[in-house]
């Protein structure tokens, strides 16, 4: 298990720099000058030039990296250029927000689909498994805009049951907030539902199939102890992968979400940066995603070693 982990942290060293280095590049050659952006329309253009090399953005760009990542790596990140704070304090307090909105989804979505899919793959062919499978199958492709939209027509403004913000107001208990989130969780609970419930009940089917199963059920023993003793130990293997790795999709895909809802989190950061030509904010943003990404995917496969034995030794 430490030789696991170990592989796999090594594996994120590279993988970090690699995405850095996109990042950055891509970033930088964003439409639009940094300068201007910060200054407005109406500032002349000597104006624009000497702020640009204040702030080093009339540097090469391997220079301009090599800067940047150092202060990146030493904790550094820099003000935000829109709004003029830390951007370190900035993203952690918009990564929280998307944390807390990601957390109450999957606290729901990973049990009940868990739940929908091993049900599914234990009566496999029958009507209640095709009916499953083909409403699975159509959140998968519903958009989180489409469903977003129509949730917010229905449940907020016709029969006025939910807000429409995902944010409570000004001073509002902590608990309040949870209610707040339940519209905006919808739309990820539908495609994730989809996704998780699918990978449950192929893993269920397949294992049903192995001949350890037959065997197990021959002996006589309780159809319970088969199922909580067998099946779902080896079918939760790669539906624990998906879950991972929907982790980190859920951090950063939450653009579309947060934006419908006005919602605080670092996907609508994201946006908001892109539009500024606010790069050390949106650099930040895209960086800790990635980590989180990647952690998500550590998390993911360690669970899937105490799963499986052969994975932690190596087979």
């Known amino acids: 298990m430490a030789r696991l982990i170990g592989r796999r942290l090594l594996l994120m060293v590279p993988t970090l720099i690699l995405v850095s280095i996109l990042v ?28 640009n090399h204040h702030l080093g953005a009339d540097k090469p760009l391997y220079e301009r990296y090599a800067v940047w990542a150092g202060h990146f790596v030493t ?28 957390g109450f989804a999957l606290v729901i979505i990973v049990p009940t689909s868990i739940l929908v899919g091993v049900y599914a793959g234990l009566r496999r062919d029958s009507l209640l498994d095709r009916a499953i499978t083909i409403s699975t199958l159509s959140m998968t492709v519903i958009p989180e805009f489409v469903s977003g939209v129509i949730l917010i027509v229905v449940f907020a403004v016709t029969l006025h049951w939910l807000p429409v913000s995902a944010m409570p107001p000004q001073g509002a208990p902590f608990v309040d907030r949870f209610y707040y989130l339940i519209l ?47 099946v779902l130990r080896n079918a939760l293997v790669p539906t624990v992968t998906v879950i991972g790795s929907q982790v980190g999709w859920l951090i950063g895909g939450l653009v579309v979400v947060e934006f419908l809802f006005v919602y605080p989190g670092i996907g609508n950061m994201m946006i908001n940066a892109a539009q500024f030509h606010d790069v050390p904010l949106l650099e930040a943003c895209v960086l800790v995603v990635a980590v989180l990404y990647m952690l998500s995917n550590l998390i993911a496969d360690i669970v899937v070693a105490l799963l499986n034995p052969r994975i932690r030794m190596g087979g």
Do not use: C
């Not at 199939?209 to 088969?226: E, N, S």
């Open 24 to 51: 950055f590049a891509l970033a930088e050659v964003l439409p639009g000058n940094l300068g201007r952006s910060i200054l407005g329309p109406y500032a002349t253009q000597q104006q624009v030039d000497i702020l």
């Open 75 to 102: 904790g550094h990140w820099g003000a935000s250029l829109q709004l003029g704070t830390p951007v370190f304090s900035t993203v952690m307090r918009a990564l929280g927000n998307s944390l807390l909105l990601a």
């Open 184 to 230: 905006p969780a919808i739309p990820l609970m539908l495609l994730e539902l989809g996704y998780i419930a699918r990978m449950a009940r192929v893993g269920t089917v397949q294992v049903l199939a192995m001949p350890y199963i037959r065997t197990a059920v021959l002996k006589g023993l309780p159809r319970h102890r088969v199922i909580f003793g067998h």
